[in-house]
């Protein structure tokens, strides 16, 4: 009888999650944190001195999402942190990828997306209007990101990712910083939004 192809990668938590059939047992909030740190968005193809990490736009995403929805639940806001959290292990594509990848990049993704969930005492899916509010903070953030270091024109950017309201905007800056920053920062995030609740 053949051996199964080994499905699961060792985390720096020690933990092993099946990439395939992942459990919410083996999901730690540092292994997130430092993989999103470390996994750069647009391919690395922006300007500056540091890669934009994914756990930096997701701390972005979760900021113009409550700015959005004033007053919404926490909970709804942990959702947000964490709309990309899967690719702590599986890595950020941009959009014309996964549609060539196809439906299998889209089934993965959805369960390590319910297993992290679970972790964090969320439902594993999340209602329509909260996922829309999120993925319209999302695209707002790609806009950010497309003018600011990813070498798009304006007009470019209001094609693709449609034009933000400019005071929705006020004092919110692309940072590129140290991984280590930013993983301290999403650890520290996760942990007020989860104590929040409670």
């Not at 740190?37 to 540091?50: K, L």
């Not at 999403?186 to 609740?197: E, G």
């Amino acid at each position: 009888m053949a051996k199964p192809a080994r499905a699961w990668q060792r985390m720096l938590s020690g933990r092993r999650l099946d990439l395939l059939d992942p459990t919410p047992v083996d999901i730690e909030i540092e292994d997130i944190a430092h993989g999103l740190a470390f996994v750069a968005r647009w391919n690395g193809q922006t300007q500056g001195d540091w890669p934009y990490s994914v756990a930096e736009h997701s701390l972005l995403v979760e900021v113009i999402f409550s700015r959005l929805n004033p007053g919404i639940a926490a909970r709804w806001q942990l959702a947000a942190l964490l709309h990309d959290a899967p690719e702590y292990v599986i890595g950020d594509m941009i959009s014309p990828v996964k549609a060539a990848v196809g439906p299998g990049y889209g089934a993965l993704d959805e369960r390590l997306t319910a297993a992290v969930h679970l972790r964090f005492g969320l439902p594993t899916s999340i209602p329509v209007p909260i996922k829309k509010a999120i993925k319209a903070a999302d695209r707002i953030s790609a806009w950010m990101e497309a003018t600011a270091i990813a070498g798009f024109s304006q007009t470019e950017a209001d094609r693709l990712f449609g034009q933000p309201d400019a005071t929705l905007l006020s004092g919110l800056d692309i940072v590129l910083r140290p991984p280590k920053d930013v993983r301290a920062d999403f650890v520290r995030r996760h942990a007020a939004l989860l104590a929040a609740c409670t």
